[in-house]
């Protein structure tokens, strides 16, 4: 029932950004499309970016269930995903607030960066030098998935994808290969 709730807001979300802006969204807006009350808007979400934030996890995971993570098809695979609903993530990637998605995606590509790191390297902590390459290689990449989304990078999402991979810092290339189990990558 929370999927299928949380799912209703982010079709309606999709709608709304097809005609305005993510700043010019309002929850009680969104609510009221959607003809329930704000509360449960607010169960589920803790403002609008957390749900886009929802949305990009679902196309990740949707990515997941046809490609092992770390991979190069499976980085192809979450950007054709992107690709698929550019328009709407062109117009969240607008939005730069505290909260915006480019941050939130930020964050999340540090993290997954930095746990790829810590499990390959058997560490709870990582030295200064991977953890800087960790937060370097997750700016690189979110700053170009923002510029191809924005028209700024013609790629396919393959030529991308295989593009991060080769810029990648080889402690992290190694990290991610022994994650994903492929160490042909």
């Known amino acids: ?28 807006d969104l609510c ?11 169960y589920h ?18 990515a997941a269930e046809t490609f092992s993570p770390y991979t190069v098809e499976f980085y192809a695979e979450a950007h ?5 609903r550019r328009d709407f993530y062109r117009r969240a990637f607008e939005e730069d607030s505290q ?12 993290e997954a960066n930095e746990a790829a790191l810590k499990r390959h390297l058997g560490v709870t902590a990582l030295s200064r030098e991977r953890a800087f390459e960790a937060r370097h290689f997750a700016h690189g990449n979110v700053g170009c ?8 990078i013609e790629s396919t999402p393959e030529q991308l994808a295989a593009a991060m991979f080769a810029c990648m810092p080889a402690a992290l290339l190694e990290a ?4 994903s189990g492929n160490e042909e990558q």
Do not use: H
């Open 145 to 152: 998935v923002t510029d191809w989304l924005r028209g700024g």
């Open 176 to 179: 991610y290969k022994a994650a």
């Open 32 to 42: 009221a499309r959607c003809e329930v009350e704000r509360r449960v808007f607010y």
């Open 99 to 110: 909260n915006s998605i480019e941050r939130y995606l930020l964050q999340f590509s540090v």
């Open 80 to 84: 054709r995903k992107l690709w698929g």
């Open 1 to 28: 029932m929370a999927r299928n709730t949380k799912r209703m807001f982010a079709d309606e979300l999709e709608r709304m950004m097809a005609r305005i802006p993510l700043s010019k969204v309002r929850v009680a």
């Open 45 to 62: 979400f803790k403002d609008k970016y957390d749900l886009v934030a929802w949305m990009f996890e679902q196309d990740q995971e949707a």
